[in-house]
C-alpha cells in the first residue's frame, strides 16, 4: 500500500490528470503562441488595405475584425473540456472538440478547411519570408548603385534555404517544446513593427507623407478595379486577425490550475488587445506616409529604403519572426497526422518509437515516421510557394477562406454546448453573426479570386524574380 501511494503521488507531479506528461504552459506563453500567430505575413499588407479601405473602413475593419476574433475565441476556450469548460474531458484538437460537440459530418468538414487553411498560411509565410531575403539583397543593391536601378533576384534559392531550416525545425515535436521559439518570434514581431511605424513617423514629421481619403483611395483606378481592391484588402485584414484554428492546441499546452479556459480568456484578450495596437499602428502610418501609392508591404523592395541598415535590420527581423510562425501555425497539421498513423498502426516502430541522440552534449530524440512525414510536407510547401508567389492576393484568399469557418464552428459548438433553443434572440444573435461573417469571407474571396486570375496570366511558373 505504502509503495503504491508513493507510485500515485509522483505520477501526481509528473502527470496531469489525462496520464500525458505535465503541462507548463502560462498565459505568458498562450500570448507569446498567439501574437507570433497573428503578427506575421498578414500585418505586412495592412497599410495597402488601409489605402483601398479609406481612414474610416479601414480602422472599423481592423476593430470589427479584431472584436468577432475575440468573442469567438473565448467561445472556443469553453469547448477544450466538455461537457464542464473547468472537470471535463479534454479535446486535444480543434477537430476533436468539433466531433465532440457537432458530430461527424461537421468535423469531416472542419478537417479540410481547417488543415487546408494552416497549409496555405505556411505557403504565405514561406513567400513572405523569401521576399524579405530579397529585399535585403535589393536594398543593398539600391545603396551601391542607386534607387530605380536594375535590381532583380530570384526568390526560389531563398525559398528553398528556408525549408532547409524548417525541415530541421519541424523535428521539435509539438507545441510543448516551442516555447522559446515563440518568444523569440514575438519579440521579432515587436522589432519589426516597431521600425515600420517609426519608418513611416518619420516620413510624416518630415513632411513627407502622401494624401490620404476618409472613406477610399484616392488613386486613378475604374470604379471596378477599385471594388475588387476594397474586397481584398478585406481578406487581408480578416487574415491578420486569425488564429482561432490553433486555439485548442495552445490551450491544451497550459497548466491545469489555474483553469484552462480562464487562463485562455486572459490570454486571448491580452494577445487580441496588443495585435489590435499594433495593427493600428502600421496601417494608419503605412497610409499616412504613402497615401493611394502604399505598396502591398511597407518593409519590402517597394517601400522604404532608407536608412538601408535599418530596413535590412526589420526585414531580418520579419525572417526570423516568420520562421518561427511556421512552426506555431503548421503544429496542428503535424499532430493530426501522426495521431492517425499511430492509431492505424500502433506496432510500428517507425510510426510510435522515438531514438534518442546526441550530438555535442545534446540530447534529443528522432522519430522516423515524423522526420519523413515533416520533410515530405515541407518539400511540397516550398514547391508551391514557388509556383505562385502572388502575396497581397494569396493573403486574401487565405483570409477570406479561412475566416467564415473561424467563427461557424466556435458558435455552433456554443450554442450545442449552452444548449442554446432555436428561435431564441440570443440564438438569432449567433446565427446573424456567422451569416454576416460568411458574406464578408464570399465578398473576401471573389476578390481574392479576381486578382489570382489577373496575377496568374502574367505569370511563369518558377520563372518569379523580385
Known sequence: MEVESRTSAVASVLLDDDGRPKRTGTVWTACAHIITAVIGAGVLSLAWAMAQLGWILGVSCILIF?????????????CYRSPDPVTGKRNYTYMEAVKTHLGGKSYVFCGWVLYCNLAGFVIGFTITTSNSMVTILKNNCFHKNRIGASCRFSNNAYMIGLGVIEIILSQIPDFHNLAWLSILATIMSFGYATIGVGLSLATIIQGKGRSTSFWWSGNDHSSG??????????????????????????????KSSPPEN????????????????????????????FGSGTPGNILMSSGFHNPFWLVDLANVAIIVHLVGAYQIVIQPV????????????????????????????????????????????????????????????????????????????????????????????????????????????LAAACGAIHGLGQAVGKYKPFMYKE
Open 66 to 78: 479584431a472584436g468577432v476574433t475575440l468573442y469567438t475565441s473565448n467561445l472556443l476556450a469553453d
Open 225 to 254: 478595379e477599385r471594388l475588387w481592391n476594397m474586397l481584398v484588402a478585406i481578406g487581408d485584414v480578416a487574415l491578420a486577425s486569425a488564429y482561432t484554428q490553433i486555439g485548442i492546441d495552445i490551450q491544451d499546452s497550459l
Open 262 to 289: 480562464k487562463v485562455m480568456k486572459m490570454a486571448n484578450t491580452i494577445g487580441i488587445f496588443t495585435m489590435t495596437i499594433i495593427f493600428l499602428l502600421s496601417a494608419s502610418t503605412g497610409y499616412a506616409a
Open 334 to 441: 503535424y499532430r493530426v497526422i501522426e495521431t492517425l498513423a499511430s492509431q492505424y498502426w500502433p506496432n510500428s516502430s517507425f510510426v510510435t518509437r522515438d531514438h534518442p541522440m546526441s550530438i555535442c552534449n545534446m540530447k534529443f530524440s528522432i522519430n522516423f515516421f515524423r522526420l519523413v512525414w515533416r520533410t515530405t510536407f515541407v518539400v511540397v510547401v516550398t514547391v508551391l510557394a514557388m509556383a505562385m508567389p502572388f502575396f497581397n492576393d494569396m493573403i486574401a484568399l487565405l483570409g477570406a477562406v479561412g475566416f467564415w469557418p473561424l467563427v461557424y464552428f466556435p458558435v455552433e459548438m456554443y450554442i450545442v454546448k449552452q444548449n442554446i433553443r432555436k428561435g431564441t434572440t440570443r440564438w438569432f444573435g449567433l446565427q446573424m453573426l456567422s451569416l454576416v461573417c460568411l458574406i464578408v469571407s
